[in-house]
């Protein structure tokens, strides 16, 4: 399960009153997160798609905000949004790889996928 749909799963339930308040506004930053790396990714220049990351960075920072209020007001106890809390750590390190590892390739081309190799050749 990814982060967007353990956080639809695990906001189901929160109280009717927060269907366009809380519920709402942490589904929209989880779904953001990827969109936005989507959006950077199709972007031309490396700057643009660095841009996009640092906004999913944001995305996910407000996530774990509205988790950490989730707790708080009672909706949800701490072991229950475990799950959804070692996710967002794990996505975010991997934004601040990506970002960092862009920002060092400046030379290089934009694509992030590794490059393939000859099957012939050794190395």
Do not use: C
């Amino acid at each position: 399960m990814d982060l967007a749909e353990e956080v639809y799963q695990q906001t189901q339930n929160f109280p009717r009153e927060e269907l366009y308040g809380l519920t709402s506004q942490i589904r929209r930053a989880v779904v953001s997160v990827p969109a936005n790396i989507a959006e950077g990714y199709g972007r031309i220049h490396r700057k643009e798609y660095i841009h996009h990351l640092s906004i999913a960075q944001g995305s996910l920072q407000e996530a774990e905000t509205q988790l950490q209020i989730t707790v708080r007001l009672q909706y949800l106890d701490r072991e229950q949004v475990k799950r959804a809390w070692n996710l967002m750590q794990d996505v975010g390190k991997m934004l601040r790889r990506l970002m960092l590892s862009l920002s060092e390739k400046k030379t290089q081309p934009k694509d992030p996928r590794p490059e393939t190799q000859d099957p012939g050749s050794e190395g």
